[in-house]
């Protein structure tokens, strides 16, 4: 009879620890890497986060918001290329400071605020949390 040996790795991580602040910069620098020379960024971006405990981390939300100024309108598709190229920053620049990409954007909405005949005012509102899958 064969006995079966089971081997866990775990590896740790301090991303469950980062600051509000250093969560908003990998956020900014994944959007400025995500979008068009053309946009210009109005104002400050601003990340609200409900506090949860380490045992919850699936539970994690985060809004990042951020206004901006295109050229033209997004359409849905646009949007949904945004996301994604979003979502990709966002694991790079988490791996460049060599902790696991747990954070994902959730959800990506952009609501017009002014239109105008040379551009759009708009506000992004990016839905952020923990990848939960990979929280066993």
């Known amino acids: 009879m064969h006995e079966n040996q089971t081997q866990v790795l775990t590896y740790p991580t301090n991303l469950t620890l980062l ?8 956020l900014n620098r994944s959007l ?16 609200s986060i409900n506090n949860v405990e380490s045992y919850e981390l699936k539970m994690f939300k985060g809004t990042y918001i951020q206004k901006l100024e295109i050229s033209n309108q997004i359409s849905e598709s646009q949007q949904n290329d ?16 060599g902790i696991i990409p747990l954070l994902t954007i959730k959800k ?6 002014k239109i105008k005949k040379s551009c759009v005012h708009l506000t992004l509102w990016i839905e952020v949390g923990y990848r939960s899958e990979w929280l066993a």
């Open 19 to 26: 600051p509000k602040t250093k969560c908003q910069e990998i």
């Open 32 to 47: 400025h890497l995500s979008v068009d020379k053309e946009v210009k960024f109005l104002g400050k971006s601003s990340l």
């Open 82 to 97: 945004l996301k994604n190229q979003l979502n990709w920053q966002l694991t790079l620049n988490q791996l460049r400071l």
């Open 108 to 113: 990506l909405s952009i609501h017009n605020e």
